[in-house]
Nanobody
Framework: QVQLVESGGGLVQAGGSLRLSCAAS????????MGWFRQGPGKEREFVAA????????YYADSVKDRFTISRDNALNTVYLQMNSLKPEDTAVYYC?????????????????WGQGTQVTVSS
């Protein structure tokens, strides 16, 4: 069983930056593909970014491409989401997820473990 704990959320002005972290425990972190999803008010949970087990392959939603960067440190069992040029529409609860697969995936249903989420609020 893998436990995931997100941190780094908060309130930021439009144009600002935040770095989310997700610490994993209880499993062999390097064997999992990792992803970030978000759920805004009144919206469904949507894909944001994903990274393969070694970090060599990444995927991004079109809405965050060129602004967000996903990375991982397998020695620290941590995955990150660097978010730059934030917009009010990025406001959401951000969730970290782990998939029992080595390849990165954008499909929510392919993730096996989820964190509790961290709130990101971007003011205009």
């Amino acid at each position: 069983q893998v436990q995931l704990v997100e941190s780094g959320g908060g309130l930021v002005q439009a144009g600002g930056s935040l770095r989310l972290s997700c610490a994993a425990s209880g499993g062999t972190f390097s064997r999992y593909a990792m992803g970030w999803f978000r759920q805004g008010p009144g919206k469904e949970r949507e894909f944001v970014a994903a990274i393969s087990w070694r970090g060599g392959i990444t995927y991004y939603a079109d809405s965050v491409k060129d602004r967000f960067t996903i990375s991982r440190d397998n020695a620290l069992n941590t995955v990150y989401l660097q978010m730059n040029s934030l917009k009010p529409e990025d406001t959401a609860v951000y969730y970290c997820a782990a998939a029992r697969a080595t390849v990165a995936t954008m499909k929510r249903t392919e993730y096996d473990y989820w964190g509790q989420g961290t709130q990101v609020t971007v003011s205009s």
